[in-house]
């Protein structure tokens, strides 16, 4: 049954190499977001481990068999939240090659949904560095709607953020709230994370949640946070300053609703569509 409103939270962590001590902060922020009302609480990429790409592998795990998925399940029943959890190294088959997996929770613990990045970060940036996700990642390919707590929720991992058609896919699916869990360099990100993030939810007429990493990582990179929520017209409605903590908000169907019926373009499409 569709619910009118859905309190969500979306964290923004400054997260290292430490697999244990980023997990520790996770449970925290958590269990402050869940105090304070939050039903959904959405965990950056990277959130359990930011170290060197090459070292991924070395703490892949199967989903429901390692000590990332099992710490996941144990703060979503402690605290009784839904979670969203992504990205972080999921067994692929390639074993140097882990995928980096968004796992969705709900709030006795169990797997709801499973998605695994599509876009690879790939860049050159000149003096802020160079950068091969692929090199130690494996692709998935399949976009992702799950249902949560009445909602229905796209699933995204960052650079995923600059290819349109992925979101259009996931509003062909349904999708009412669209998640970008996300470590935008700073380069980039004090550029393009607000224009993009509001564009999606523009052209999808839908929420965005995006949680986020912020300041300096291991081998020198650095995150541009400013974790945020925006709503289905593209108003900022929930910013992160500098540091680690949280920002939330109440979403709200009727204001999904009187956007799409005041200004139907996702009814007005003409290309991109079955005959």
Known sequence: MAKDELSIAALQLNSQADVAQNLETCRRLV?????RGAEVVVLPEN???????????QIAE??????????????????????????FPELSGDAQRPHNSLLVLGADGSRL?????????????????????????????TPLVVE???????????????????YRA?????AE??????????????????VLLRARAIESQAYVVAAAQHGLHPGSRNTYGHALIADPWGTVIAEASDGVGFVSATLERSRLESVRRSLPSLKHRKLGLKP
């Open 31 to 35: 269990g402050r977001a869940a105090s």
């Open 62 to 87: 199967s989903l429901g068999d390692g000590p990332i998925t099992t710490a996941l399940a144990e703060m979503a029943r402690e605290f009784r939240v839904a979670l969203v959890a992504g990205g």
């Open 170 to 174: 996931l509003a062909e699916q349904g």
């Open 177 to 194: 709230v669209l998640l970008v869990p996300a470590a935008f360099t700073l380069h980039t990100g004090k550029d393009h994370w607000h």
């Open 148 to 166: 949560v707590a009445g909602f229905k929720l796209g699933l995204s991992i960052c650079y995923d953020l600059r290819f349109p058609e992925l």
């Open 47 to 57: 959130f359990a481990f930011f170290g060197p790409e090459a070292e991924k592998h």
């Open 113 to 141: 949904g499973t998605y695994r990045k599509i876009h690879l970060f790939d860049v050159e940036l000149g003096n802020s560095g160079s950068y091969s996700e692929s090199a130690a990642t494996s692709a998935g390919k």
